[in-house]
Structure formats: structure tokens, C-alpha cells
């Protein structure tokens, strides 16, 4: 068992690091009250190859793995959670949904564009009343001649408002059920394609979280992104390794909740001396730490073996989601308790923190799901 990391990982934890700090440190309380999506970084992101980490040089991507992946997007969720986030559904979701299942042409026209950063993903899964029962989509989608006709609506889609290219998930044959479900590549522009409402967050609110809407969206054959009937499959193994990014996300917010508890606490005086001298400090800094630690070994070892690509790794994803998002939720409370009163006012990173964890338990997957995908796999059922 091999756990240290290479020069070239270890650089660009650094590199990462040193972008965030510099470039979007000085904007995240701004951009976090304006709910001010960071167009302006996207081509920096771009640059550094971050938007495209997972993908061949072929097709534009960084050629890296997905150590490298979490490495990047828990550094950014160390400063703000919502880059991350961003990150995270363009690579993992949109991205990845045609990187896998995309033909070659359509690999060359959406995947390059969107792995060297010129254009910005979405992916649409979720619907008003098709959440964790994802197999209940009411989009539908009829052959009309050489395209497909869309009709409906979709919801909590990340980058709604500001993808280029979105992929979307519509019932082909209601009569088959989950396996009458397939996947779509729709561009922005597409007559009868757009944007919703724009959601007004508890947190992470410089990440866009929108409706897309589709009305007699007509759609070329030739967008169908794999098989027809498999869309929803799909989703479920582009879910898996989406997992582990909201793991990383979850991870890097909770090393930078704790972090800024040990600074406070570091500095903040009370009866004559650092509150870091109470042993109730101390106690909660060595159970955060602890936690967190356990919390990185469980998405290092998911993005490992995501890295084998010969091995499944649906129940080591879900367990390190499960875990580290509810890690991060606690040692936000903590931080925030650490900080007292001023863990409640927007001077300290505190508050922001425990504002925007709450979503890696609920996005992509709930911890109830997450649980139940263990057990199922645990139990060898389907």
C-alpha cells in the first residue's frame, strides 16, 4: 500500500492551491452574496487544464486520472466549495456522460470544446418529481423524421443557466420503463431549449442552479448519446464516478472548516489565554481532524480504483459520498461552534462553510441512497 503522491500530483495540488488562494480567495464572500456565477475564471480554469482533467490529450483533455481529479477539486472546495462545484458537474457529469458513451464524431464536437475549457457542460438528470426515483422521468422525447422532439422540464441542473452543452435524459419508450430512457446532447441556442428559473440557495450560491425547459425542442438523430433505451444506465455509472467528486468537494470544504477553527482558535482569547488551550477545544480539533482524515482515505481509495478502470467501484464511490459529506456537515458545525458568536456572522468563514456542506448529502445521490446503493451492493442485489 502505497499512499504518497507523485511530484506531478503534489505539483498540482500546489498549483491548484496558489490559483485559489490567489484568484478566487479576494471573490468569495462577493460573488457568494451576489449569487455571481465566476464566468471570469473559466478560461483560467480552462488553462490549467481543469476543466478537462480525466480526459485524453486527444480529445483536448489533461490526460490525468482521478487522483488528480480530487486532488483539484478538493482544493478548490477549500477556498470555495462552489468552483468546485462547477468544476465537478462539467467533468464528471456532462463531460464524462459523453466521453463514455459518445461516438467518435461526437466526442470531437462537444467533448474537445468542453475539456479544453472553450465551453461550459450541464448535465440534466433530476425533474420536479423525479428525484432519488430518477427512473421516473417524464421528459419525453418522439422520433419526428430525422430528430427527436422534446417536451418538459428538468430541475436543480448545475450550470443551467450558463452550459453550452447540456445532457439530458427523456422517456424514448414509456413502456420499457427504466430502459425506456435515453440520453440527449442539446446545444445552446436549439429552438425550443432554455433556461429557467435560477433557484435562490441556502449555499453554494455562486454555482448556478436552474430549471432547463424543453418545448418542442427538436433535436437532431444524431445527438441520441448511446444506445437508445440505455440513457438512465448510463446515468448510473456516470453517477459513480460523480460521486466521487462531490466526495472531494465534501473533503476539501471540511479540511477548510478546519482549518479555519484551528486559526481562530489559535487566536481568539478568553480568561487570560487562547481558547486552543481548553481541553473542549482541543477535543473537538482532534475529532475533526480525525474524521476528515478517515474522510480522505475513503475518496483517495474510490479514485483509485477509479483509476484501474477494470474494476467496479460503485459501492467504494457511494461509501466515500456517504461519508464524507456527512463528515463535512459535522466538522462545519463544529466550526462553527469553535467560533462562537462569531461563527454566525459573514467576517468569518464559518458561517459559509456550514451554508454550503449541507448540499454533498444531498446532491447526486442522497446519504439515504447512498446507503441503500451499499446495502445493495453488500447483499448482491440489483
Known sequence: MDFTFTEEQQQLRRSVREFAKGEIAPHVMEWDEASHFPMEIIPKLGEMGLLGVIFPEEYGGAGLGYIEYVIAIEELARVDG??????????SLCSNHIYKFGTVGQKQKYLSP??????IGAWSLTEPEAGSDAGGTRTTARRDG?????NGAKTF??????????VAMAVTDKSKGSHGISAFILEKGMAGFKPGKKENKLGMRASDTSEVIFRDCRVPSENLLG??????TGSLKILDGGRISIAALALGMAEGALEAAVSYAKQRKQFGQAISEFQAIQFKLADMATEVEAARLLVYQAAWLADRRDVRFTRESSMAKLFASEVAVRVANECVQVHGGYGFIKDYPAEKYYRDVKLCTIGEGTSEIQRLVI???LLGKK
Open 82 to 91: 462552489s468552483v468546485g462545484l462547477i468544476v465537478a458537474a462539467h467533468n
Open 114 to 119: 468542453l475539456a479544453q475549457g472553450k465551453k
Open 227 to 232: 444506445p437508445e433505451g440505455e440513457g438512465f
Open 375 to 377: 446495502a445493495r451492493q
Open 157 to 166: 441542473t448545475t450550470n443551467g443557466h450558463y452550459a453550452d452543452f447540456c
Open 146 to 150: 430525422n430528430s427527436w422532439v422534446l
